[in-house]
């Protein structure tokens, strides 16, 4: 009791030592708020790197490659202690994007998508996974094109646009089956996703109550029916180019979307968009092959890891 009477008497006398516990109650402030800003980015940091890595990762050092690393897995994948082991080849190159002069530079990562999905959460972060289980493949394959749903009867709106676009199988049924789910989860509204920006033909099916289709896709047109009639005519959905079947690439998201202020992103190319991928190849002794190899890919879903270094380098092969 008399050193409370004593303190109360001193800060009634000398008032000046208000500022030093004003000071005092700062500083300690500043350091809660820096410690938790650090912690909780020094956490996220880390789930983020659980979610690309597996728990332990070997690395040879060496640009050229990790030799024998097939033999090495099945040495190690008979340990009890080991549930799944994966190769990850990591090199450099340049991508670029058909029909545009865009290029970039990228970190080119060879995986088996497989078993990369099953030793990190590599799968979450794929948009066309998220909405169309099972489709996300690296094998080659044509060009997927969403178009008019011949047993619709609902041909096309006000001003001739359509709005009975569906994508081709089999992600038709995939997509039915998510506005489906989302329609019974949100009072029978029409399906929308919050994450993307509407491109032109989500535009048109929302207006008209209808549910919007994923991702972008380019629409299955007839050259000879724009040629005939003045303007493109609109096909069933399908795959094109079956002549042209290219191997799969995914891309980071900061390379095929641009980021809006409010958070959601815009995607610049449609599924399936070839893209021409170059690599230099490296001697075991670090020297540099002149001559590059190039190869044509087909995009068939981007990746979001929450990083942007990743997201805006990173393409991933089989």
Known sequence: ????????????????????VAAVTLCVAMVLVVMSV??????????????????????????????????????????????KATPVVYTVGLVGFTNTARSAYVEVVG?????????????GGLFY??????????????????????KDPSWAAAGGSYINLVPPPPFDKLWKQAAAQYRAASGGKPLVDADS?????????????RDVIPGRWEVNEDA??????????????????????????????????????????????PKGLPVRLTVVPVTIRGKVDPKPVSKGFRYVDDSLTGIYEIDSRHVYVD
């Open 1 to 20: 009791m008399y050193k409370l009477f004593l303190t109360i008497r001193y800060l009634r006398k000398r008032r000046i030592a208000y500022f030093a």
């Open 38 to 83: 650090m912690g909780g980015w020094l956490d996220q940091v880390k789930n983020r790197a659980r979610g690309l890595l597996g728990d332990v990762v070997i690395d040879n050092g060496a640009q050229a490659g990790f030799p024998l690393y097939q033999e090495f897995i099945d040495q190690i994948a008979a340990w009890p202690e080991i549930e």
């Open 111 to 123: 995986i088996r998508l497989g078993e990369v999905c099953q030793v990190n959460a590599f799968k």
């Open 129 to 150: 996974e998220k909405w169309y289980p099972g489709t996300t493949k690296l094998d080659e394959a044509g060009w997927p094109k969403m178009g008019i749903d011949l």
């Open 197 to 209: 920006v509407d491109d032109p033909y989500n535009d048109v099916l929302r207006e008209n109550g």
């Open 224 to 269: 000879e029916g724009e040629q005939e009639l003045g303007h493109p005519t609109v096909l069933a959905p399908g795959w094109t180019d079956e002549d042209r079947k290219l191997p799969g690439v995914i891309l980071g998201r900061d390379i095929v979307a641009r980021r809006e202020t409010d958070g959601r992103y815009r995607r610049l190319y």
